[in-house]
C-alpha cells in the first residue's frame, strides 16, 4: 500500500515544460521573424551607422554621429507597430486549438489542467515576444559599449518599454483569443480594442460637423491628443513615448550630445491593466465551453452586445460616409434623409451580425424580433442625443472671466492671454456669428448656385481649468454679415502690436531671449546667401528695436504678404532678397510654459531639434524687410554689414 500511494501520489503543476518545449519549437517562425527584424533595426542598422561615422572629421562630430544612429533607432513608433502584430500572432498560435472542436476536445482529454495550460502557454507567447527583444538590447549595448558611446540608460529604457508594451498586448490578445471562438474574431476584437476609441471619436467628431454650425472637423491622426486617449492603447503608448534628442554647443555648431527616452511613466500602468487581462482571462478558461470553437463569439451574454455595438456604430459610419461622399458630387442631405440611412444601416448591420454569430441565414424569431424593437428605439435615441449635444456644443462660448488664452485665425494667428483686451474681442466675435449664424452658415447649395468665394474662421480658447474649445466658422460671402466679420477681424489684425507680435513671435520669444543675430547677405553675383553674424551681442539688440521701429512707423507693412489692407490703398511691395536671423535662447520655465499653450513656438524651424541638455531651448527666427524698413538699413550701415541700401537686393530685380 505504501508503494502505492508513493507512484500515484497526486502532483499540483502550474507549468508543463513538454508544451511550452513544443510551443517554441513548433512556432519558431513567428519569433524567429520578429528576431530577425529588429535586429535589422537596431544593432545592424546601428552597426552601419557607426561605420560610416568614423569618417567623421573631429571626434565630437564623430561622437555626434553615432549618438544620432542610436537615436534613429530608438524611436517607439517601430517597436509598438511590430509588438502590435506579432503579440496578436503569438496569442493565436499558442492557443489555436481554442478555435477547432476537434483540437479542443484533444487537448483538453490530457491530463493537464486548463490552469496549467493557460500559464503554460502565457508564458510560451512572452518568451516569443521578450526573448527577441532582450537578445537585441544585449547585442545593441555591447555594440555601444565598444564604441564608447554613452546611450546605455536610453537603450535600458527602450527595452523596460519594450517589455511592458509585448506583456500588455500579448495580455489584450489572450482577453480577445476567450472573447472569440476563431482566428478572424480574435484580430477583429483585438483591433476594436486598439483603435475602437480614435474611430468614434472620429465619427462623432463628423456628426458634430453636420449636425452643428463652427464644430471642427477632428482629422483621423493618431498622433493629434484627444481627451481619454488612453481607450486606443496603442495610440496611447504612440502619443506619450518618444526619444528626444539633446544638443550642445560644439566647437563649430551645435551637436547630439545624448538622447534622452520620455514617456515611461505613462506606460507603466499598463503592466496592471495586463495583469488584470491574464485574470480576467483565467476566470473565461474556466467557464468557456468546448463546443464554442469557431463561434464568433464564445461568451453568450457578449453576444446581444456586438449586435448593438456594430449596429449602432455601423449605422453612424454608414449614413456619415454617404453624406461626405455626396457632399463632394455637390449633393448635400437633409437631416430626415441622414437619419433615414441611419436608421436603415444600423438594423441591417444588426442583422448581418447575429447571421455571423448563429452561422445561420434563418434568425428571424420571435425574441430576436422583439430586441430589433428595442435596437430601433436606441437608434432613434442615439441620433436625437447626437444632435442635440452638437446642438448645447454650438452655442457654448466660454466666459472671459475663464480663459486663460485666446486666438483667432483668419490670414495669421492672432494671440491673446488673460492680460489682453483682445480676449473680449474674441469672445464678442464669436458672439455676433452665432446671432446671425442663419445668414452666415456656408450652405453647399448656396454657394454652388451663386459661386461664392468661401472663408473660415478659427477661434480656439484654453481655459483656466486646462480644457480647450476650437471652433471654425464658414462664412457666406454674399451676405453684409459676412464681409463686417472680415472687417472686424482684419481692422484687429493691422494693429501694429498684433503685425509685431505675429512678426518677431513676441507671444513666445522676446528682447531678453536674443543670444545673437546673422544678416544674410545675398551675393548676386554667386547667386547664393551668406550668413554674417555679429561680433556681439549688442548688434543683435539693435538691430531687433530696428526692426520694431519699423513696425511702430508702418515701414514693415508694405511686405507683409496677406495683404490685410482693406482699402487696397497700401500695394505690396517687392522685399529684399537680403534676410536677418535672430537667435534665441529659451529657459526650460518658459519653454516649458510654452508647450502648455495653444499656440505654438513661433520660430522658423522645428524647435524640438534645439532642446539642450538643461532643458532650454535654442530657437531662431527670419525676418524679411524691404527699403522703406530704413531704421533696420541703418542698423546694418551702423555696424559695417551694408555701406548703403545699393548693397541690398531687390528680390524682384535678381537676374535682371
Known sequence: MKW???????????????????????????????????????????????????????????????????????????????????????????????????????????????????????????????????????????????????VMLPLLQWFISAVIISVFLFSLATFCVFMAGNSIAVVFYYLFFNIAYEIIYYVLSLFRMVFAYGLPLSSFDFSAQKPMDFLSPIVFMWQKLSARAVYSAGDLEYTMSSIQYEGLGYIIGFLLIALCFFVLSWFMYKKRKIEYAGDMVAIPFMRPVMRWTIGIGFGATFA????????????????????????????????????????????????????????????????????????????????????????????????YDNEDEGLQFVVDLQKYILDHKSVLQDRVAENIATDSEEYYVNLEYRLKNGNRISRQYSLNMQSQEAAYVLEMIRTEESKTENLMQNGLGMKTLSRSNLTGAVFQDYLEDEGETVGFRGENDEFAKQLYDAVIRDYEEGNMQPYIYWGFQ??????????????????????????????????????????????????????????????????????LEVYGFIRDENDLTISGEIGQ
Open 566 to 635: 482693406l482699402d487696397g490703398n497700401v500695394p505690396m511691395e517687392s522685399t529684399y532678397a537680403d534676410s536677418i536671423e535672430f537667435n534665441f535662447l529659451i529657459p526650460k520655465p518658459q519653454y516649458e510654459k510654452i508647450k502648455e499653450s495653444i499656440w505654438e513656438l513661433q520660430v522658423d524651424y522645428d524647435y524640438e531639434f534645439g532642446l539642450q541638455a538643461d532643458g532650454s531651448c535654442i530657437a531662431t527666427k527670419n525676418i524679411t524687410f524691404g527699403p522703406r524698413c530704413t531704421n533696420i538699413i541703418n542698423c
Open 320 to 415: 456619415i460616409t454617404l453624406f461626405i461622399v455626396l457632399l463632394e458630387v455637390d449633393i448635400c442631405l437633409n437631416y430626415p434623409t441622414i437619419f433615414a440611412i441611419f436608421m436603415v444601416g444600423g438594423m441591417l448591420a444588426f442583422c448581418i451580425t447575429q447571421m455571423l454569430i448563429a452561422r445561420s441565414f434563418r434568425i428571424f424569431k420571435k425574441r430576436l424580433c422583439v430586441e430589433m424593437l428595442g435596437f430601433a428605439g436606441a437608434l432613434v435615441l442615439a441620433f436625437l442625443g447626437a444632435r442635440g449635444m452638437a446642438g448645447i456644443q454650438e452655442r457654448y462660448i466660454p466666459s472671459v472671466d475663464n480663459i486663460e488664452q485666446a486666438t483667432c485665425l483668419l490670414d495669421y494667428t492672432l494671440c
Open 4 to 150: 502505492e500511494e508513493q507512484i500515484m501520489k497526486s502532483k499540483k503543476s502550474y507549468f508543463n515544460p513538454t508544451i511550452f518545449k513544443k510551443n517554441i519549437a513548433s512556432y519558431w517562425p513567428v519569433w524567429g521573424s520578429f528576431l530577425a527584424i529588429i535586429v535589422m533595426l537596431m544593432p545592424i542598422h546601428i552597426g552601419l551607422l557607426f561605420t560610416m561615422a568614423e569618417y567623421r572629421e573631429t571626434e565630437q562630430l564623430r561622437r555626434a554621429a553615432m549618438i544620432e544612429a542610436v537615436y534613429d533607432c530608438l524611436h517607439p513608433g517601430f517597436m509598438i507597430s511590430l509588438c502590435t502584430v506579432w503579440s496578436l500572432l503569438s496569442a493565436i498560435v499558442v492557443f489555436q486549438y481554442l478555435n477547432h472542436a476537434r483540437n479542443a476536445y484533444m487537448m483538453h482529454a490530457f491530463p493537464v489542467t486548463r490552469k496549467e495550460l493557460l500559464i503554460t502557454n502565457v508564458v510560451s507567447g512572452l518568451t516569443m515576444m521578450i526573448g527577441p527583444e532582450l537578445i537585441v538590447f544585449i547585442a545593441s549595448v555591447l555594440l555601444c559599449a565598444g564604441y564608447h558611446v554613452p
